[in-house]
């Protein structure tokens, strides 16, 4: 039943307001991403292993102001042993490059992990999105998941992503000079 929610609830978000992609022109996106736990081996032997596949995890995202995006996802494990399911929101900062075809960005934010138990991390990390197409671009970041040292059912770990990226509105891949005025 959670799941028919948060999906019915994604595709209201997406298609309820007005579309467009990542940058003050276009202003959202929405990805589809692999992604892995990796735990510390010592970690990993209390939890039943070190290493858990993630798939699927869908973002959606949305350009807020000042080279400042948010981002909503959620992703779980359908083909791994291990139970662990997150809710992610993090604030991805841009350093400017938001309409440019190659955007690094640096990210803080936290999640609700369910595992054994539902805990709560801090997350920092760093990615960048290539954009390939005028409407698609590959998203690759990294995150380390900090889980306070008392919540035994969760440690601290890293999250490493890959996907596509699917902008609502097409993106201008070749600026003229005229356009870099923001």
């Given at each position: 039943?959670?799941?028919?929610f948060?999906v019915?609830?994604l595709?209201f978000?997406?298609?309820s307001?007005s579309?467009?992609?990542?940058?003050?022109?276009s202003?959202?996106?929405?990805g589809?991403?692999?992604?892995?736990?990796i735990?510390?081996?010592?970690?990993?032997?209390?939890?039943?292993?070190?290493?858990?596949?993630?798939?699927?995890?869908?973002?959606?995202?949305?350009y807020?102001?000042?080279?400042?995006t948010?981002?909503g996802?959620?992703?779980?494990?359908?083909?791994?042993?291990?139970?662990?399911?997150?809710?992610?929101?993090?604030?991805k900062?841009?350093?400017?490059?938001s309409?440019?075809?190659?955007?690094?960005?640096?990210?803080?934010?936290?999640?609700?992990?369910?595992?054994?138990?539902l805990t709560t991390?801090?997350?920092l990390?760093?990615?960048?999105?290539?954009?390939i197409f005028?409407?698609?671009g590959?998203?690759?970041?990294?995150?380390?998941?900090?889980?306070?040292?008392?919540?035994?059912?969760?440690?601290s770990?890293?999250?490493?992503?890959?996907?596509?990226?699917?902008s609502?509105?097409?993106?201008?891949?070749?600026?003229?000079?005229?356009?870099?005025?923001h």
């Amino acid at each position: 039943m959670k799941v028919k929610f948060l999906v019915f609830s994604l595709f209201f978000v997406i298609f309820s307001n007005s579309m467009s992609a990542q940058n003050p022109d276009s202003k959202w996106t929405l990805g589809a991403h692999i992604g892995s736990v990796i735990y510390s081996d010592l970690d990993g032997k209390n939890l039943g292993g070190a290493y858990i596949d993630q798939i699927p995890r869908f973002t959606l995202s949305r350009y807020m102001f000042s080279n400042i995006t948010f981002e909503g996802a959620i992703g779980t494990t359908l083909l791994d042993n291990q139970k662990y399911t997150t809710f992610d929101g993090i604030a991805k900062y841009d350093f400017g490059k938001s309409f440019d075809n190659v955007v690094p960005y640096i990210l803080i934010g936290g999640s609700f992990i369910k595992g054994t138990k539902l805990t709560t991390t801090l997350n920092l990390g760093a990615g960048n999105t290539f954009w390939i197409f005028p409407n698609y671009g590959l998203n690759i970041q990294v995150m380390y998941k900090y889980s306070d040292p008392r919540y035994t059912s969760q440690f601290s770990h890293l999250y490493p992503t890959i996907g596509i990226v699917y902008s609502f509105k097409s993106r201008n891949m070749n600026r003229r000079l005229w356009h870099m005025n923001h």
